[in-house]
């Protein structure tokens, strides 16, 4: 459904976005994941026609944004939430883009409920807090029943309760067919949202997967009150194990198994969990500290 095919985007002799190249299929959730500066936001307005690539070609359903005759209906894209006009209030707002996406009035009333906003739908938008101007701003983005959605930062504001809602409406969309474009820099909600991940960083694309390819072999984290012996136990036990700069250990492996080496040497543990998040900020850091520098161009 989104196709990003060798987009190129130079600003003089800077390189904002270079050969980027990367699909996203309907029924799942792609992470866009990348430091500031490192070509994300380029190329999102590339894809949604708002920046002219130099290069290159980004098309939704087959076609180029500004070629779709009513682009609303295919793609509902969020990239600024304070882009709505703050002199207008939130029924209004979507009123106005429920007139121009051709649903009329009461899709545009519908959506206040759906995106949490009824009783504030009277109120100017410039006395929304930041979280209730994301929540519009996805309902602007639904608005026209797309098949698709690409949204920028939209968990940025949001309180836990709202993050979560996000979430599920975006999982439910997805699990309807829908396809789901989702640049954050929120890596745990990404990982709870995401099925698949594109990573960029000094304007190039330097991994792409589903969550269990890049993460593969996560494993687990584990911290003893001697974190020394127990690292002297998993490696007698033949689990892999790589010590971490806060203390404790990512082990290669499960919990039953760090826990049954742990029993067997008399050793106590004080914490055991997955550690497949701090895989995915190690895989980020991995990926992007040696090419995010000379980035310049969001």
Not at 65 to 74: E, Q
Not at 81 to 109: C, F, I, K, M
Not at 269 to 291: A, I, V, Y
Request: charged share 20%; hydrophobic share 40%.
């Amino acid at each position: 459904m989104i196709n990003v095919d060798h987009l190129v985007k130079r600003y003089g002799g800077t390189t904002a976005v270079s050969e980027a190249t990367f699909s996203c299929e309907p029924g799942t959730i792609t992470g866009f994941l990348g430091p500031n500066g490192a070509g994300k936001s380029t190329t999102l307005r590339m894809l949604t026609g708002l920046t002219r690539p130099t290069s290159g070609t980004a098309t939704v359903a087959g076609r180029q944004y500004a070629a779709l005759p009513n682009p609303g209906r295919v793609v509902g894209v969020m990239l600024d939430a304070a882009a709505q006009h703050p002199g207008r209030t939130g029924r209004e707002t979507l009123r106005l883009a429920g007139s121009l996406l051709g649903v009329g009035n009461r899709a545009a009333d519908d959506m206040l409920e759906r995106v949490g906003l009824t009783g504030a739908e009277g109120r100017l938008v410039r006395q929304y807090s930041l979280g209730m101007r994301q929540r519009l701003g996805i309902g602007v983005a639904l608005l026209g029943d797309p098949a698709a959605l690409v949204l920028d930062e939209p968990a940025n504001g949001l309180d836990p309760e709202g993050i979560r809602w996000m979430r599920i409406l975006l999982q439910d969309f997805a699990s309807r067919g829908g396809t789901v474009l989702l640049s954050s820099h929120l890596l745990r909600e990404v990982e709870a949202t995401a099925d698949r991940l594109v990573v960029i960083g000094g304007g190039r694309i330097v991994a792409q997967g589903t969550l269990d390819q890049l993460l593969g072999g996560a494993g687990v984290f584990a911290r003893g009150l001697d974190d020394a012996a127990l690292g002297a136990a998993l490696a007698k036990a033949g689990l892999t194990a790589t010590p971490r700069q806060q203390g404790g250990w990512k082990v290669v492996g499960s919990a039953e198994a760090v826990g049954r080496t742990a029993a067997a040497s008399g050793l106590i543990l004080t914490e055991l969990r997955d550690s497949g998040t701090d895989g995915l900020e190690e895989l980020f850091f991995t990926l992007t500290d040696t090419t995010s520098g000379s980035e310049q161009a969001a």
